[in-house]
């Protein structure tokens, strides 16, 4: 899904509210998660999931056409967790036989 389909679904689901406000306020909320990130917060969202920041440390790779080595510095990655409800959701369609019973 796409912002842009994010906001036609928000929309749909809320038809008093103008679609030029509802853009404003996805691109409020996303702009507040990644400031928030990018000071080291984690975001939880109850019922969804939650994000954080890790550190890859630094380590030496290789170019994959050359073979020779490269020096990759440290990096800061936003990951997810999903939400038990999350989990569920996306497992419930897909209930596997013999698996593990909650």
Do not use: W, Y
């Amino acid at each position: 899904m796409t912002k842009s389909e994010l906001i036609a679904r928000v929309a749909a689901a809320s038809p008093h509210l103008a679609k030029k406000d509802i853009e404003a306020s996805v691109n409020a909320v996303f702009a507040a998660m990644t400031e928030a990130l990018c000071q080291d917060d984690r975001i939880e969202i109850r019922g969804f999931g939650s994000f954080a920041v890790k550190r890859r440390p630094a380590r030496e790779g290789r170019n994959p056409r050359t073979g020779k080595k490269v020096f990759v510095p440290t990096r800061r990655i936003a990951v997810f967790t999903p939400g038990k409800a999350v989990r569920l959701r996306l497992n419930d369609e897909d209930d596997l036989e013999g698996g593990d019973e909650r």
